[in-house]
């Protein structure tokens, strides 16, 4: 056992926290106004192809380069997954379509949209992009790096690691110190009472599910531009489901989100970091493989029933005309 | 003086139809017109493509029901999707989301392999009966662990049974390097890459050969199992009270507990069911087309399912047709390569719209038809009043 190896396994932490996170952020917005969502997995997955796209078309084909290159792809992820949320946004929200049907619906059709836009994106190859695509430098944290033992943790990070760190404060500030904020939650927990005030309810679902679309495909854009550096099938590997877990353990708390988010990122780095450790090096590799899912379920069952979902959450509103 | 004739009130009844006509002809409604919904964008999505919608139709159809093998290799493709299909619409009647079919099915494939390798001791069909009985349980072994959590603890069974789909692939990767590892791989081959190949007598008997369809679709007397599902899913649904406690719990599990229903009992009860079906899903593959449990075995059967019922709106008789069609779909994308320039994956979204469609289509008529009931029965209640009044 070495440290060496724990602060590798909190450097994938740190990579895997900020796909979480930020998913699991998309689930926030669009739980507290209201509405459930079970795709947030297809939309990362659209976020990845049309991310690995954006990177690909700006960085190397445009000539743009680094920087902007992967910056391009990371936004083009991000308005691709809310463009791709509007689907869930017209299925709940418009048509009042049970949440749960539609979020299952929108995660197959991301496996085959993503297919399709791969062939037309990359050449006709419909599974994967070319690997190595451009990312953005990596940065070492100041001081945190040079930690012994674990200083490995705070080396080569993405820039976008900290901004998933940072992005809890404008979300705090506009879900608790803002009108609009208090309108979302209020869509969420009670809207009826928010008609009855003169705010209409569905324009806030929209938004909410919108926003979650964004989080989502930047989550996955992430994911293939900055840490795998190609598109590839299959690369979300249920982050999507576990940032729903995390959100859940968090009680659709932003803050508490980050500790949920971590814990599972560090989950996810076990097999591939921890597997020299005494007791894991004992246990068959195929087992260590199940511990994120395991450590998911278990925790999932354990706190589920200590937490409150939003009140109205999964519900239609049935107000006059859907308003 | 005389009272005057009490005049008919001038209230214009909405036509009256029997009630399973009005259902009946709504549900077919909604289900053609989401066909022609997705099929016109998918007609424009051709056209952005630059090809002839007419001719990408034309090259699906063709391959799938008027090719000389197209029809055995439908049904042949439609087989798992009915078992997959089943096993969701049972949870779903209650209400129930069982997305880890997927996994399930995966399970069901390594202890059907692991009959089919250690008990070929048993005499003819028997063998093959006791392999299929093993793969049932071992779906509902692993679809039991959901369905505890779900009524124990109330976690959601969409994230858990998520999770156990990780594991599951997981598990197949541990049984092809463990306890069903290939015994007999010739020097220099890896040694995880499948079983043992099973016994004759452990395989399910080809039925293609009886329409005079080649071996190669390998169209099984699972077919007809999967018919038998179908009626036995239909029982228990409609006839069973079983069948009616799920779907009190689906309309409403308030008023469901309210009326004695044990809700936890029946959640686990059409779990293990739907597990029992998950784990039958695998079968075409094991014991129809293979022989051995690969390491490149078909997967994400399970997700299809979850299309398939809900194109064929969780009614076991609609399974059977949407999985069909489904399988036209599936044929046709070699088609799609061979004789037009669109991409093969044009049949993903076609039937991606096609589900969209079908599911918020469906879900406008059933509002319309009860805007209609309620409509007439207010109707109704004004003819009623109005004869009070004039009495």
């Known amino acids: 056992m070495s440290f060496g190896d724990l602060g590798f396994a909190i450097q994938i932490a740190f990579t895997y926290y900020t796909v979480i996170y930020l998913t699991g952020l998309g689930g926030l917005f669009s739980e507290r106004s209201g509405i459930v969502n079970i795709g947030l997995e297809g939309m990362m997955i659209i976020g990845t192809v049309t991310g690995s796209f954006g990177a690909y078309y700006f960085g190397a084909k445009l000539g743009w380069g680094v920087p902007m290159g992967p910056i391009m792809g990371l936004l083009l992820g991000m308005a691709c997954g809310a463009l791709f949320a509007s689907i869930h946004a017209l299925a709940t929200v418009t048509f009042r379509i049970d949440h749960i049907v539609s979020g299952v ?9 993503a297919r399709f836009l791969s062939t037309v994106f990359f050449e006709g190859q419909s599974t994967q992009s070319n690997p190595g695509q451009p990312h953005m430098h990596t940065i070492d944290i100041p001081l945190l790096h040079s930690i012994p033992g ?65 989080f989502a495909g930047v989550a996955g854009a992430f994911l293939s531009v900055e840490i795998v550096n190609n598109w590839r099938e299959g690369q979300t590997l249920g982050l999507g489901f576990i940032a729903l877990a995390a959100l859940i353990l968090s009680n659709w708390n932003p803050v508490r989100l980050m500790g949920a988010a971590f814990l599972f990122g560090f989950a996810q780095a076990i097999p591939l970091a921890l597997r020299d450790w005494p007791i894991i090096r004992s246990i068959p590799e195929q087992f260590v493989n199940m511990a994120p899912y395991v450590i998911t379920i278990v925790v999932l069952a354990g706190f589920v029933g200590k937490v409150r979902p939003p009140a109205a959450a999964g519900k239609a509103y049935e107000g006059s005309s859907g308003l | 003086m005389a009272t005057a004739p009490a005049s008919p009130p001038k209230i214009a009844l909405p036509k009256s139809r029997p009630e399973w006509l009005e259902n009946f002809l709504g549900q077919l409604g909604a289900l053609v017109l989401s066909m022609l919904i997705a099929i016109g964008l998918g007609a424009i999505i051709i056209i ?44 779903f009647k209650a209400g129930l989301f069982n997305i880890g079919v997927e996994g399930q099915f995966l399970v069901g494939m390594v202890t059907a392999s692991w009959a089919a390798l250690r008990l070929d001791f048993l005499p003819g069909p028997l063998l093959m009966w006791v392999v299929l009985l093993f793969g049932a349980l071992g779906g509902m072994a692993y679809a039991a662990v959901p369905a505890i959590l779900k009524v124990k603890t109330g976690a959601h069974e969409v994230v858990t049974t998520i999770m156990m789909n990780g594991i599951a692939i997981s598990i197949v990767a541990w049984a092809l390097n463990g306890p069903l590892k290939f015994t007999n791989a010739p020097p220099g081959q890896n040694v995880d890459l499948r079983t043992d190949p099973f016994a004759k007598n452990a395989l399910v008997p080809d039925l293609g050969h009886v329409f005079g369809w080649g071996p190669a679709p390998h169209l099984s007397w699972l077919l007809p199992l999967a018919l038998v599902a179908t ?19 689906g309309a409403s599990s308030g008023s469901a507990r309210a009326g004695g229903i044990s809700i936890g009992a029946v959640q686990i009860k059409l779990f293990l069911i739907s597990g029992a079906l998950a784990g039958l899903v695998g079968m075409q593959q094991l014991l129809g087309d293979r022989g051995y449990l690969p390491k490149n075995y078909e997967a994400t059967l399970g997700f299809t399912g979850i299309a398939v019922a809900f194109l064929g709106q969780n009614n076991p008789i609609g399974i059977v047709f949407a999985a069909i069609l489904w399988a036209i779909l599936a044929r046709g994308e070699s088609g799609l390569q061979i004789e037009t320039d669109m991409p093969r994956e044009f049949v993903i979204i076609l039937q991606g719209i096609l589900i969209m469609s079908v599911v918020i289509t469906y879900q406008l008529a059933k509002r319309r038809l009860a805007r209609r009931q309620v409509r007439r029965a207010a109707a109704e209640e004004e003819l009623v009043t109005a004869a009070e009044e004039a009495a």
Not at chain 2, 232 to 247: C, D, N, P
């Open chain 2, 48 to 91: 952005l493509y630059g090809e002839n919608p007419l001719d990408v139709y034309g090259a699906i159809l063709s391959f799938s029901i008027t090719a000389n093998d197209g029809p055995a290799y439908v049904l042949s493709i439609a087989t798992p999707l009915i078992f997959s299909a089943l096993a969701i619409s049972i949870c």
């Open chain 1, 150 to 214: 674990i200083g490995r943790a705070f080396e080569g990070l993405s820039p976008f690691v900290i901004v998933a760190f940072l992005v809890v404060i404008p979300v705090w500030f506009a879900l608790n110190r803002t009108r609009w904020g208090l309108r979302l939650r209020s869509a969420g927990e009670n809207p009826e009472a928010t008609r009855s005030l003169g705010v209409r309810v569905a324009p806030l679902r929209w938004e909410g599910v919108l926003l979650s679309g964004a």
């Open chain 2, 231 to 249: 009626a036995i899913v239909w029982f228990i649904v409609k006839r069973m009270r079983l069948g009616y406690e799920a779907r009190a719990v």
């Open chain 1, 105 to 113: 619906v929108i995660n197959l059709v991301a496996v085959g949209l």
